[in-house]
């Protein structure tokens, strides 16, 4: 199993600034997931964070909007950047694969 | 075509009902499935995994068809409790999908 810290739990954000969200795992772990869940709606994959390379972005996300930094094997952070009302959302880390997926806390934003 | 799709919903059941979750994938090449349940503004947490031969977890039940592509999930004597969204979870390789989640709330 692995236990995730993510960090803010929530904020709320003027539009037009950043918002760059952590997370940190108590195990070192290859691959690191980013998901977005809009109210009413499933998790959305945002990408793919692997050590040591740049983030794979799923169709719909760019890394000008969604830049993520995976500096080692246990941490990452995902940055919502230029933000909007429409960005208002709970982001997700988790890791995982074949057997299971962890997820942290997730944090809950609102843009104003 | 959604990689994962499951029934709309929401299901209102009254406790005691037994009720039951269907989901489909389209990637032939998955090979691990999942119940996921999320509660309201928590994260996901796991539920049960989901085996070719069908497995049975107390009051829960996964079935598998792979030439379908199809998942299932029923609930027997449906508790209180037990309201909350259902997801199906595919790995096709290393990535995690979702499906789009089903709402169930058990009325007393």
């Known amino acids: 199993s692995a236990v995730i810290s993510q960090k803010p739990s929530r904020d709320i954000c003027q539009r037009g600034t950043s918002l760059t969200i952590q997370c940190q795992v108590d195990?070192?772990?290859?691959?690191m997931f980013w998901y977005r869940q809009q109210p009413g709606q499933s998790l959305t994959l945002i990408a793919t964070?692997?050590?040591?390379?740049?983030?794979?972005?799923e169709s719909g996300f760019v890394i000008d909007k969604f830049p993520i930094s995976r500096p080692n094997l246990t941490f990452s952070t995902l940055t919502v950047s230029n933000m909007s009302p429409e960005d208002s959302s709970i982001y997700l880390c988790?890791?995982?694969?074949?057997?299971?997926?962890?997820f942290g806390q997730g944090t809950r934003l609102t843009v104003v | 075509r959604k990689e994962v799709e499951q029934d709309p919903g929401p299901f209102n059941v009254p406790e005691g009902a037994t009720v039951a979750f269907n989901c489909t994938y389209s990637?032939?090449?998955?090979?691990?499935f999942f119940w996921y349940r999320q509660d309201c503004r928590k994260e996901p947490k796991l539920l049960m995994s989901v085996y070719s031969s069908g497995n049975e977890d107390g009051r829960f039940t996964a079935q598998l068809n792979r030439a379908s592509q199809y998942i299932s999930l029923l609930i027997r004597d449906s508790k209180l409790s037990d309201s909350a969204t259902y997801l199906c979870v595919v790995i096709p390789y290393d990535k995690v999908i979702f499906g789009p989640g089903t709402s169930l709330s058990v009325i007393p």
């Open positions: 990637n032939s090449a998955s090979q691990s």
């Open positions: 195990s070192q772990v290859t691959m």
């Open positions: 964070a692997n050590q040591g390379s740049e983030a794979t972005y």
């Open positions: 988790s890791v995982g694969g074949q057997l299971e997926a962890f």
